[in-house]
């Protein structure tokens, strides 16, 4: 499989993605907690840029003892991204949708040279 250069270590800073062409469509390669992680950017909703929307920590319900509802919180050791089209969340670390943990998209492992970062797809 070919490796596709993505970027310098050093011009990744922590929170930052780039997506990078490849002959079979895109991919988008996060920089998380100093790891990388790399996923098709394509919806599983509607093909959407699914890598291109913004990125949250875990949204997480705050419930009561007594199960009544308290307000949210969020949750910084998970961090999502959100596809742009419609909202589809999916979880960094694994690529799977948050909402229907069936769907999930496609992974790719990433590889360090040096300073420098690859996408193998």
């Given at each position: 499989?070919?490796?596709?250069?993505?970027?310098?270590?050093?011009?990744?800073?922590?929170?930052?993605?780039?997506?990078?062409?490849?002959?079979?469509?895109?991919?988008?390669?996060?920089?998380?907690?100093?790891?990388?992680?790399?996923?098709?950017?394509?919806?599983?909703?509607?093909?959407?840029?699914?890598?291109?929307?913004?990125?949250?920590?875990?949204?997480?319900?705050?419930?009561?003892?007594?199960?009544?509802?308290?307000?949210?919180?969020?949750?910084?050791?998970?961090?999502?991204?959100?596809?742009p089209w419609h909202g589809y969340e999916y979880d960094?670390?694994?690529?799977?949708?948050?909402?229907?943990?069936?769907?999930?998209?496609?992974?790719?492992?990433?590889?360090?040279?040096?300073?420098?970062?690859?996408?193998?797809?």
């Amino acid at each position: 499989m070919p490796e596709i250069f993505v970027a310098k270590q050093s011009q990744l800073a922590d929170g930052d993605r780039r997506i990078v062409k490849t002959a079979r469509g895109e991919i988008g390669v996060f920089r998380h907690a100093g790891a990388f992680y790399a996923y098709d950017n394509k919806c599983v909703h509607s093909g959407g840029p699914a890598c291109e929307g913004v990125t949250i920590p875990k949204v997480v319900d705050i419930i009561a003892e007594d199960r009544t509802y308290q307000g949210q919180t969020f949750d910084e050791s998970e961090m999502h991204f959100v596809c742009p089209w419609h909202g589809y969340e999916y979880d960094m670390k694994t690529g799977v949708c948050v909402g229907d943990r069936r769907l999930k998209l496609k992974s790719y492992e990433v590889v360090q040279r040096g300073d420098d970062v690859f996408v193998i797809a």
